[in-house]
């Protein structure tokens, strides 16, 4: 009698209920299933690329900051070398100065 009483109530489940322990696999022969699946997928690719997309907009940005971050650093050094360059440039110009006013015998103080 018992089994005859799970028997009634498994059969009389709400459908709902009863489709929550079971996993719909969608048939290939059926349309509807086919273009369940054919949605699915497009969705899949279209999260995929869209992914794809954004890693390579963040690496172009990445690409660019480097691109920037060694442009400063060259702009930088360049700087640097001809503050070299002119200080040097400055003591020869300085040096011969001092040599010419020794042989006009003018008297630096």
Known sequence: MSRDLLTYHVLHLPL??????????????????????????????????????????????????????EERKTKHRQRQEMYALNKVMTELEHKNFVEFCKKQGVVLS
């Open 16 to 69: 709902q209920q009863l489709l929550k322990h079971y996993e719909y696999i969608p048939s290939m022969s059926d349309i509807r299933a086919q273009r369940a699946v054919k949605v699915r997928l497009e969705n899949i690719e279209r999260n995929i690329k869209k992914k794809n997309e954004t890693k390579k907009q963040e690496q172009v940005k990445l690409e660019k900051e480097l691109a920037k971050e």
